[in-house]
């Protein structure tokens, strides 16, 4: 009888546990309240290119702290090559915007699969392209952390199979959201990263936001 009492208690607090996730504050894309923190630039943040002139290679980098605490989380980089090639770049020289993730951020991803050849195919992970007013807290596809992961890129030569561009390639004059979340203690935070992409080589972040 003590076993069964005791097998009782333990479901409960597993359906409580679930309950309380499950009636957490809903989530969407570009709306915040006192609950959020919320930070929108000055000017959106631009990463600024610089040549390297020894690979005629634009690059670019710059950093975001997402819950302002003093330690950068996000971390934005961008490579182009200027004038562009024919045909498809070198390994050296493809461009691409890519995320490095650090500090327990997470952002929610779209899965892709593409042809290798032989019957085979492979996966990649990009940054999901999220719409205003999207739910994220709902959201099942997530990245892990301490990972660096695109929003576009250009495949080089020798790149296996039919390699996509990414979920951010062909935006133009459009308004997305990233979505984010950070586990703090025992559940995570919820929030989202507005961009403005004019073309893909000029994405702008102009604000984001994040639970408190």
Known sequence: MKTLLYYFFIILLILSSCSKED???IVTAGIYDIDFIYYEFSSPLKVKLKLDTLTDNYIGKDSIDINQDGIYELFISQRIHLPPESGSPSWEHFPYFRLTL???????IKLEYYAVGHGQVNEINWVDTLNYK???????EWSESNITISMWIV???????????GTWY???NEEKYIGIRMKI???????WIKV????????????FALEK
């Open 196 to 207: 403005k992409v004019n073309l893909r080589e000029d994405m702008q972040f102009v604000s």
């Open 102 to 108: 650090k500090n327990g951020l997470q952002v929610a």
């Open 155 to 165: 495949p080089p030569v020798g790149a296996p199979g039919t390699l996509p561009f």
């Open 170 to 172: 062909n935006l133009t």
């Open 134 to 140: 999207t739910r994220i807290n709902n959201n099942s």
């Open 185 to 191: 203690g025992s559940r995570y935070k919820y929030g």
């Open 23 to 25: 009636n957490g504050k």
